[in-house]
């Protein structure tokens, strides 16, 4: 079998393309997050603490000299990204816990017993009668 043709099935299994499309909307969610969270939640929070931006946050290490810039320890992205980490960590918790409670409501309706066969029933009939004498 060609390297090419082993590649082409195992690219097309479905496996592999459905972690390719979590992959990018994944991906694409990300953005969206760090976008709520730098556009909207950040600046009221900002604003509640004196209006703080929090990206402009930052520690000097070593201060610019001539052509050389200031070393800055960017605290302020740090808060933004850990932010980003919670939001969609929490996300992603509500999306799993909804598809784990309706795999659970899948299981807990258990299939109804079947009949029992005519035989069952006859004997049982049977037994029945037995225990009677």
């Known amino acids: 079998m060609s ?3 082993e590649f ?7 496996n592999v ?3 390719a ?4 909307i994944g991906a ?3 953005k969206i997050v760090s976008s709520f969270v730098n556009d909207v939640l950040m600046p009221p929070i900002g604003v509640l603490l004196g209006g703080v931006d929090f990206s402009d946050l930052s520690m000097t290490l070593v201060e610019a ?3 050389v810039a200031a070393v800055t320890l960017n605290y302020g992205s740090f808060i933004q990204t850990i932010v ?10 509500m999306v799993i816990k909804a598809m784990n409670s309706m795999k659970k409501k899948e299981e807990a309706a258990p299939a109804a017993p079947p009949k029992p066969s005519a035989e069952e029933i006859l004997l049982s009939e049977i037994r029945d009668l037995l225990k009677q004498k």
């Open 17 to 19: 393309v459905d972690m």
């Open 65 to 67: 000299s001539g052509d």
């Open 8 to 14: 082409r099935e195992f690219a097309m299994r479905g």
């Open 21 to 24: 499309v979590g992959i990018v």
């Open 3 to 5: 390297m090419m043709k």
């Open 28 to 30: 694409a969610f990300g």
């Open 84 to 93: 980003d980490f919670v939001i969609i960590a929490f996300a992603i918790f």
